[in-house]
């Protein structure tokens, strides 16, 4: 070998080498530079107090060791108090003097609230109800999205806003807009038209749309493209997929159109981001958070108290979006203002929380707000600090919070949860379910729960991705519920399976093409053949039916829905049976799972039981060899992991509603309490960060 080579033979293992280590732990794109690796910050409202008062704010702030204000995200009117009259002076004063409090902030572009002057001279840029009606002006989210002459006002005042700030050192990042409008659209001529030139650009010619969406049902056949109406309640079942389509479309456009101007004039260390809302389903979030830096979620409990495993599946489901860390950019300061009862969270849960989201993958949190308006809207809100400018009893445990963070941060540097287990999610599947429900109980996202609960428990560690994200690094994936699962979309799956995959798919899977047709095949469609079974008939219950008096999981019931699977090939293994019920499910299989090429697909054709998911969860994470990433726990205790960068860290968190020891598997290093141990003590709502040294 001549020494050239011998050098590319090298660069070769050295570059084999980076990249095995990197898709283990990419690099988390949310930790900024020069930065604590973890994060607490607030929102911050300058423009709604007199400048004398800023600085008592911001030393209040750093007193309490919160490091970012997101800020401006509503200040249009202050910026641009009438057309192409700018005044960001305020804002690039207020910028300065969190900084001279070491405070860096993100800049919320202030889409979300067109001012008056806007709406009212030009009044096609607010939005048209259903009824026909345009909104009034000063709810926010009042503004059309489709509006081109709306767009280009965001463009402007954004471009001002890039300008001025997008080389300030001060400034770490962007927030576009502001929950994006909850996905509201305007139903009128503009966007209608919008609609109809979508539909032409993907369907190319009406012959092709009116097959797709069997029009011939109900003289629904279109011959022209100003014919087809937007949806409004029930309609068409393709009609109705891609009208959730174009919403995201549309609110993807309205983001770019901000990105552009954004990129355009910042430093590229800027990060742009967008606050998300969990399972809002307005539109496919996979789609909307492909073009920014990384996706952030306002983390809201609402009325009751925190639901950890639901709050710990929001905080997966964020980090699946783009398969990295994400932000939660607002989280309640104990109460908010617009649930049914806005109790206050317990002392000591919003800390659990805040640790919560680390766990899962946030690198910043952030408490919305810092001080109420005097008026306006949201008066009763959760706040930092009270009417009368001073700090209120909540403020104590977001300083002790922040603290800690600020503490412990060097260890979460470069680090992000790793799991073994995907949990598939699909805005398809979810919408086409929601359509046509078929039976009122059914929900779907309770479905994802119960399983994310389950092997969440066993493994410790779970990611909530889209079917088309790389699979192979799972040793097993589970769709509980993928409805829509087109070809492209098997073929991935069954691809996934093949090379050594443990897949498992769940009731109503395999029904519907991309246009929300029926497939002409039997469910699960496309899987149907390697599966060697089928559904042969599906059931809406409404009584419980008993499962499985010899099947291998034990016995139960399911309720809501339930499948009479066919088992064709000799080699598909029942593994759990119907008992008596409506005769046709009757001793009828209602769990396949079959060898399929180096790895194994399974079939759940039915909602089961908690003790009976359960058991499904064993089994799955026995047969595809998934170990859970810390070891057992007490009951209550929430347990994550995020490693990288040479790291090992566990996040201890107990919901239990008393006082849990933990046994650890080895001596770690307990960061808060600042020992080495093999156990920790965790009261009511009590944290421990680990700092695995071995
Ligand atoms: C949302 C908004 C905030 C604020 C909070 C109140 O998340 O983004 O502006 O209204 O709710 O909970």
Excluded at 479 to 489: I, S
Excluded at 544 to 570: F, N
Aim: contains cysteine; hydrophobic residues 40%; proline residues 5%.
């Amino acid at each position: 070998m001549t020494s050239s080579s011998l050098v590319r033979v090298l660069c070769w293992f050295v570059l084999f080498f980076a990249l095995s280590a990197f898709a283990q732990t990419p690099t988390p794109l949310t930790q900024i530079p020069g930065q604590n690796a973890i994060l607490m910050g607030d929102a911050w409202y300058p423009e709604q107090w007199p400048e004398s008062r800023w600085e008592e704010d911001l030393k209040m702030m750093e007193a309490a060791d919160l490091k970012v204000v997101r800020i401006a995200e509503f200040a249009w009117s202050r910026m641009e108090p009438s057309e192409g009259r700018y005044d960001l002076d305020w804002l690039e004063r207020a910028i300065a003097l969190a900084a001279k409090h070491h405070i860096v902030s993100v800049l919320g572009t202030p889409t979300a609230t067109p001012p008056a002057w806007l709406t009212q001279k030009y009044p096609d840029t607010l939005r048209v109800e259903q009824n026909g009606q345009r909104v009034t002006h000063g709810n926010r989210a009042h503004a059309s999205v489709s509006s081109p002459r709306y767009r280009e006002f965001c463009r402007q005042i954004t471009e001002q806003m890039a300008r001025r700030f997008g080389h300030n050192p001060n400034v770490v990042g962007w927030q576009i807009d502001n929950e994006y409008g909850y996905a509201l659209m305007s139903y009128d001529d503009i966007t209608h038209q919008k609609f109809q030139d979508w539909l032409k650009a993907k369907y190319k010619t009406l012959d092709n749309l009116n097959s797709r969406w069997t029009t011939q049902y109900w003289s629904q056949a279109y011959d022209n493209w100003s014919e087809i109406p937007i949806p409004v309640g029930g309609h068409n079942p393709g009609l109705m997929l891609e009208w959730k389509r174009f919403v995201g479309h549309e609110w993807t456009e309205y983001q770019q159109n901000e990105i552009d101007v954004i990129r355009k004039f910042s430093e590229p260390r800027q990060f742009i981001t967008g606050n998300f809302m969990g399972f809002f389903d307005g539109f496919d979030h996979y789609e909307i958070t492909a073009p920014l830096t990384f996706a952030s979620w306002d983390d809201y409990v609402g009325s009751g108290h925190v639901d950890s495993a639901f709050n710990g599946l929001s905080h997966d489901l964020t980090r699946g979006f783009k398969r990295q860390n994400f932000w939660v950019m607002e989280t309640q300061p104990g109460a908010v203002n617009w649930h049914s009862i806005n109790n206050f969270l317990n002392r000591g849960e919003a800390r659990a929380m805040a640790w919560q989201a680390i766990g899962h993958g946030a690198d910043d949190v952030n408490y919305w707000q810092w001080r109420s308006a005097l008026n306006g809207q949201e008066q009763y809100h959760g706040v930092l600090v009270g009417a009368d400018g001073m700090p209120v009893p909540f403020y104590d445990e977001v300083s002790q919070t922040a603290h800690e963070f600020a503490k412990v941060e060097s260890s979460f540097r470069d680090t992000v949860p790793v799991s073994e287990v995907a949990l598939l999610y699909s805005y398809d599947s979810h919408w086409a379910i929601q359509f046509q429900k078929h039976t009122q109980d059914y929900d779907d996202i309770g479905l994802l729960k119960s399983y994310y609960r389950a092997l969440r428990q066993l493994s410790q560690s779970v990611d909530v991705v889209s079917g088309y994200a790389p699979l192979d690094d799972y040793k097993l994936v589970v769709a509980p519920n993928l409805n829509v699962l087109p070809k492209d979309l098997a073929d991935h799956l069954l691809e996934y399976a093949r090379n050594g995959g443990n897949l498992v798919l769940g009731p109503r899977s395999g029904m519907k093409d991309e246009y929300n047709a029926l497939l002409p095949q039997r469910q699960p469609g496309f899987i149907a053949e390697p599966l060697g079974a089928r559904v042969e008939q599906y059931y809406a219950l409404e009584k419980d039916v008993p499962v499985a008096v010899s099947g291998a999981w034990g016995s139960g019931k399911a309720s809501i829905w339930a499948e009479q699977l066919k088992s064709m090939a000799s080699d598909a293994e029942v593994l759990l049976k119907y008992g008596k019920s409506n005769g046709w499910l009757d001793d009828q299989p209602a769990v396949v799972t079959r060898a399929y090429g180096k790895g194994r697909i399974t079939y759940i054709g039915a909602v089961l039981d908690d003790k009976l998911t359960a058991a499904a969860a064993e089994w799955m994470v026995q047969k595809s060899g998934v170990k859970p990433v810390f070891g057992p726990v007490p009951d209550g205790v929430e347990v994550s992991r995020r490693m990288g960068g040479g790291k090992q860290v566990f996040i201890l968190v107990n919901y239990a509603g008393e006082s849990r020891t933990v046994t650890l598997p080895r001596s770690m290093k307990l960061l808060l309490a600042n020992k080495k141990s093999d156990k920790a003590e965790l009261p009511q709502y009590g944290v421990e960060v680990l700092l695995d040294t071995n």
